[in-house]
């Protein structure tokens, strides 16, 4: 199965693919949605393995979102199950257009009492996880609910599409059973439907990109108080594209390296006596560390550096000061972090010698994108040393694609 979204245009018009949306839910659902509501993907533009150490990041959220069409059942609603029999109006019905093998809708419908973790599999825990977690809260219930999906942000490719959907889910419930969640708030309740529903031990970052960047700028997040500032990234007008080129080497969070990075870093935090790799001071003594720990803390004092000066950069108007920053947290990721593959070095590598003035991968690792920062007149150039590259090194080929700092999740309609 490919695991590639059917390529859709970024950028196309959120609106016009809401109503197109809305159409669709009524033609499965046979009534019309509540509302439609957007979160978008993001890239990472550096601060890599840093947030679940209580670290920096620097993400921005792009122009590819998730939509999601939702209707919130009514306490008279009767249900019916797949034989006929009457079910209660607690059921959620889950629908995406993701349709990876030409089968039609991918559809999912669980119920919200007794909802547990591995009761949904795939696509849909990343909903039902945000139904379970909002279903946890005191006095809040979760009714039944309908809901139709549909994403520009490829799957697997380390954008956040899991994200988004989580998002996307959130600030839907949030709005139509009237939480009044606050944003960061709402980035912990989707973290928490992560790594408690889904099982992956990730970080705050792709959430707080969805929910707070804006368009034009990248969201500076500490992650261990959820403090942010919005920076501005104006790469066009540094005559600047950001180019994602998507491997389309498969990764998951819930696998195996993701996890076992992080308990390297718990390790090291605890070996040095301190509560998270963010308290380690920079002349720290590593000495009583294992070879491959001190690879790892390295790695995360220095990317917490790396932002740190990045942001500085952005602040003074340098848009193209960060490139090198970009290419040294890639060779920290590669030797220290060991979370690239040999189709992210050769991206990265084929940018930079193509013109780009700085590239690295992106996310979480073991595959998904790269980003590189291209001059705009060197795009061209760069797309096809990069898929020459890649043929030549018997790699299937990459999607490669611009990107532009979009704006955060809301309701489109
Ligand atoms: C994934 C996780 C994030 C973060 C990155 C690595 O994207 O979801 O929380 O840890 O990997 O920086």
């Given at each position: ?10 950028g196309h018009?959120?609106g016009v ?15 019309a949605?509540?509302?439609v509501?957007?979160a978008p ?12 150490n209580d ?12 939509l999601v ?5 009514r306490p008279d609603?009767?249900v019916?199950d797949g ?13 995406s257009?993701y349709d990876p093998?030409g089968?039609?809708?991918s ?12 009761a949904?599999?795939?696509?849909g825990a ?9 279903g946890?809260?005191?006095g809040v219930e ?9 994403s520009?942000?490829p799957?697997?490719a ?18 139509l059973?009237?939480l009044g969640?606050e944003?960061?708030a709402m980035a912990?309740?989707?973290q ?16 707080s990109a ?11 997040l ?6 942010s500032?919005?920076?501005?990234l104006?790469v066009a007008?540094?005559g ?10 498969a ?6 390296g ?5 308990a ?24 009583a ?6 690879r ?10 790396r ?17 090198n ?5 890639h060779?920290s990721l ?7 593959c040999?189709?992210?070095?050769l ?9 780009a003035?700085?590239a690295r991968m ?9 980003i590189?920062?291209?001059p705009?007149?060197?795009g061209?150039?760069?797309r096809?040393?990069?898929?020459e590259?890649f ?10 694609f611009a990107?532009v700092?979009?704006e955060g ?5």
């Amino acid at each position: 199965m490919s695991r590639r979204q059917a390529a859709r245009p970024a950028g196309h018009d959120d609106g016009v693919r809401a109503d197109a949306l809305a159409r669709r839910f009524t033609e499965v659902y046979g009534r019309a949605p509540d509302g439609v509501w957007r979160a978008p993907g993001r890239v990472n533009l550096i601060g890599e393995h840093t947030d679940y150490n209580d670290g920096y990041v620097l993400p921005f959220a792009i122009d590819r979102s998730a939509l999601v069409a939702v209707r919130l059942r009514r306490p008279d609603e009767v249900v019916r199950d797949g034989d006929g029999a009457a079910a209660a109006s607690d059921v959620v019905d889950l629908a995406s257009t993701y349709d990876p093998d030409g089968s039609g809708l991918s559809r999912a419908r669980f119920r919200v009492p007794g909802l547990a973790p591995g009761a949904v599999a795939g696509w849909g825990a990343y909903p039902a996880g945000v139904v379970h977690v909002l279903g946890s809260l005191d006095g809040v219930e979760v009714p039944g609910v309908e809901l139709l999906l549909d994403s520009t942000v490829p799957v697997g490719a380390g954008l956040s599409s899991s994200h988004a959907l989580e998002v996307a889910t959130i600030v839907a419930l949030d709005d139509l059973l009237g939480l009044g969640l606050e944003r960061p708030a709402m980035a912990r309740l989707t973290q928490r439907a992560e790594n408690e529903f889904v099982g992956a031990p990730t970080g705050i970052m792709d959430q707080s990109a969805s929910l707070l960047g804006r368009a034009g700028a990248a969201l500076f997040l500490d992650c261990r108080t959820q403090e942010s500032e919005l920076v501005p990234l104006p790469v066009a007008e540094h005559g600047l594209t950001v180019l994602v080129v998507d491997t389309g080497v498969a990764h998951s969070h819930a696998d195996g390296g993701y996890g076992a990075r992080r308990a390297s870093c718990e390790r090291g935090a605890a070996a040095l006596g301190v509560a998270s790799l963010r308290d380690v001071p920079e002349q720290a003594d590593l000495s009583a560390l294992d070879g491959e720990t001190v690879r790892r803390v390295r790695h995360v004092l220095s990317e917490n550096r790396r932002v740190l000066e990045a942001v500085e950069r952005l602040r003074a108007g340098d848009v193209r000061g960060v490139g090198n920053l970009l290419a040294a947290s890639h060779a920290s990721l590669r030797d220290d972090y060991e979370v690239s593959c040999p189709e992210l070095d050769l991206a990265v590598d084929t940018a930079l010698a193509a013109g780009a003035v700085g590239a690295r991968m992106t996310g979480g690792g073991f595959g998904g994108s790269a980003i590189a920062l291209v001059p705009a007149a060197q795009g061209e150039q760069v797309r096809s040393a990069v898929a020459e590259a890649f043929a030549a090194g018997g790699h299937r080929a990459p999607d490669v694609f611009a990107v532009v700092p979009g704006e955060g999740a809301g309701r489109v309609r």
